[in-house]
């Protein structure tokens, strides 16, 4: 069965059942399409081979697009067709709720929950349906008993850290006169926590920076090993978040990263 047939016909009964619903279910397949199409390993395209009139297309296909965006208008909805129900992985609902969700939905907690029991529902139709078997249902429904609070605690972190970031909150008195002395900016692991104090660890940087200090609230919610979009400054000799993106769960990254095994052969 296609992919993109199990979606529409999911769509199509939950319309019928709600018009909210329906709106709901219609926007957890665009972004499930959208990660599928243009994130995951589903589409290699290295290892895709095209005839040269179809290469032709396809350029038009791409000088029309950007046409239109140019002109303003949005993305058109992307298709799976080319992909079977089979191909979905228990690995994709992990990656797409602990990675692309936190990206996208910008700290919407409830469309995190809400996108679950839309993939909950679905996989109970397709199952009813005859075109899931009892193996991929159990396996996709661990994954995401797994990755759902992992996706609920980092969104709502991330939620949380923007408006603490935007009211400076954690900058001492004596600092707030002084003007920024360092930077470090990109992708950073949690090294540490100690009560409301974390330390990160940035790609491009061989130092542990901290400590932070943060909200106790806020930092009940990070774990060590949690990946962090962020700006830090230091003023005064303290380190300060300037700006915060996205926070992502340590279990996604955890099976990208080598440094244990770097570790071992050096």
């Not at 609902?93 to 679905?122: H, K, T």
Request: with cysteine; charged share 25%; aromatic share 10%.
């Amino acid at each position: 069965m296609l992919l993109q047939d199990a979606v529409d016909g999911f769509v199509r009964t939950q319309a019928v059942r709600s018009s909210d619903r329906g709106q709901v279910v219609e926007a957890c397949m665009e972004y499930l399409s959208h990660y599928l199409v243009a994130y995951s390993d589903l589409f290699d395209e290295e290892n895709v081979e095209m005839e040269d009139a179809q290469l032709d297309e396809w350029e038009q296909q791409l000088d029309s697009h950007m046409s239109e965006l140019m002109q303003g208008d949005v993305e058109p909805p992307l298709s799976v067709y080319d992909l079977k129900l089979e191909q979905l992985e228990a690995s994709h609902i992990r990656e797409f709720f602990g990675w692309y969700l936190p990206r996208e939905l910008s700290g919407d907690v409830a469309g995190i929950v809400e996108f679950a029991s839309v993939m909950r529902d679905w996989w109970q139709f397709l199952n009813k349906a005859g075109r899931l078997d009892k193996a991929h249902h159990l396996e996709f429904l661990s994954a995401l008993a797994d990755i759902e609070p992992e996706a609920v605690r980092v969104v709502k972190a991330a939620q949380l850290l923007y408006h603490f970031v935007r009211l400076a909150h954690g900058l001492p008195e004596h600092a707030r006169g002084s003007e920024f002395s360092r930077f470090a900016e990109g992708h950073a692991r949690v090294g540490r926590l100690d009560g409301n104090s974390l330390w990160l660890n940035f790609d491009s940087q061989e130092e542990q920076i901290g400590p932070v200090v943060l909200s106790s609230e806020i930092a009940k919610l990070m774990r060590d090993g949690d990946v962090l979009d962020v700006e830090l400054g230091q003023r005064g000799g303290v380190w300060i978040m300037v700006d915060i993106g996205p926070i992502y769960p340590s279990s996604i990254y955890v099976e990208a990263e080598e440094f244990d095994q770097f570790s071992m052969l050096s």
